[in-house]
C-alpha cells in the first residue's frame, strides 16, 4: 500500500475506571490496552505511527516508549476532532491515515488492514457496526442522492429522536486521505452539545467536498468494544480468553474442564490430546506437546512440556523445559532454568531452580535443588536441599548418575557427589563423595543405659 501514517487517540482520562492508572495502561491479558492496539498495527508497516496522550501522559510514554513510535501530547483534552489536529504537523502530505482508539484493544489486524484499503488515499472510510442499544455512540445518517450515502455521524447527545433510532454506529475508528484530513480537521468548529471538536463532524464536510463517505462493517462487536470501566474490562477480557481457548479447541483439540475458568497472557501452542484443568493461568511463551495434562490450578510461564507430562494441580513453573512422561506436582515449584529430562518425578514442595536432571531423575517430598546437574535415576530425598549459596556467590552441585540421597542432608556447593554414591540420610555433605560408597556425616548414634527421665514434683512433695 502507499504511505499509511496511524494515529492512536490515548489522550482520554477514563474516570469510570476509578484508577490512578492512565486508562490506556490498564491489561488485558496481561498487556497493557494500547500495547494491545499497536500489535494489532505492527503488520500494516506505517510510515509514523502517532500516539496522542493527554491525561499520565508521562506514565504512558514511559511504559510504552518504542523506536517506531511518536508521542504527541495533547493539552489540554477539547474533543476527538481537537485531538487529531495536535498531529497535523507529524503526518505524511500524501497517503492514507487510519484513526483508531487506544482503548479499544480487541480490533483485529485484518479489519484495520480492510479499513486503510477501504479509504486507500481516495475516500473517508467510517468503521461502523450495528448494535442493539446505541446509546452513547455517534449514528451513522444515511440519505443523499442514494439515500444509502452517509452524509455525516451524529453524536448521541447532538441526536433528535429519530436519530437515536438509528442502530448502525461509528465505532471511533476511520481512515482518510491523509491530506484532505490535515484540512479538515483544521477547518472544525466545536459548536454542538460538548463544547468539544468532534473528529466525527468532517463526514459532512466529506460530503460538501464531494469526497466519497464509504462504511466498513466490523466483523464482530467484540472488536470495537472500548474500555471505559472496570465492568466492561472485565467483560472483553472473557470475551478475549474465550476466544482463546475457542481457537485451541478448534485448532488443537485441547479439552478444557472448563473454557471459562482458563487464562493465557501471551502464547500458548497445544499438541494433539492435551487437557487442561480449570484455573491455569499460562504467560509468556508456553508450549504444551501432545497428551500433556495439566491439573487445575497450575501458573505456566515461559516453558516447554514435552509430550506425555503430567502436571499435578497447583504447580507453579517458570522458564522451564520438562522432558517427554515427567510428573510434577502437586505443589512443585519449577524456576527458571530447570531444565528436566523425560520421566523425571518431582513432588510436593520440591523447589528446583537453574538445574538439570537427567533421565528418570526424582525428587519426590519437600525438597531444593539449585544450581545443581543430576545424573539420571538419581533418587534424591525428602526434605534434602543444595545449599547453593555462601552469601556472596552462588556455586553448583554435581550429581552422578544412580545417586541415592537421603533424607534430610544438606549438600554444601561447590560439591560433586560421584556415580552410584549413597549419602546417608541426615548428612551435612561438604566434601566430595566418591563414586559407589557410602558417605555419612553425622554424629555416631548413641545409647546411655541407666539414663532417667527428669520427675515433675508432686503437688505438696
Ligand atoms: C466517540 C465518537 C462517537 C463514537 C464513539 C465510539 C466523536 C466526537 N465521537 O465518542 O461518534 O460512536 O467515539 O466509541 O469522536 N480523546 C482524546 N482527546 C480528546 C477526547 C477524546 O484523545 O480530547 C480520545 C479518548 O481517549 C478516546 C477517544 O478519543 O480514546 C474517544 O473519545 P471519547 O470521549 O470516549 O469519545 P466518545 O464520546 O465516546
Ligand atoms: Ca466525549
Redesign the pocket.
Known sequence: MATLDIVI????KGTRMKSARPKVLHRLAGKSLLQHVLDAVAGLAPVHTLV?T?HGAETVETELRAPRLTFVR?EP????G??VQQVVPHLADEGTTLIL???VPLIRPATAAALAAASGGTRLALLTIELADAT???RIVRGGDSGDAVTA?V?HKDANPAQRAIRE????MLAAPTAWLKRAVMALKNDNAQR?Y???DIVAMAVADGLPVVATQAASETEVL?VNSPIQLADLERRYQRARAEALMEGSGVRFADPARFDVRGTLSCGSDVEIDVGCVFEGNVTLADSVKVGAHCVIRDAQIDAGAVIHPFTHIEGARIGSGALIGPYARLRPGADLGPEVHIGNFVEVKNSTLGKGAKANHLAYLGDSTVGERVNYGAGSITANYDGANKHRTLIGADAHIGSNCVLVAPLTIGEGATIGGGSTIARDAPAGQLTVARAKQVSIAGWKRPKKPRPGE
Open positions: 487517540m490515548a489522550a482520554g496522542i493527554g495533547q483534552q477539547l474533543g476527538t481537537h485531538a482508539n487506544g482503548d452513547g455512540y455517534g455521524i453524536e454506529v461509528y465505532t471511533g468539544e468532534y473528529l466525527t472500548g
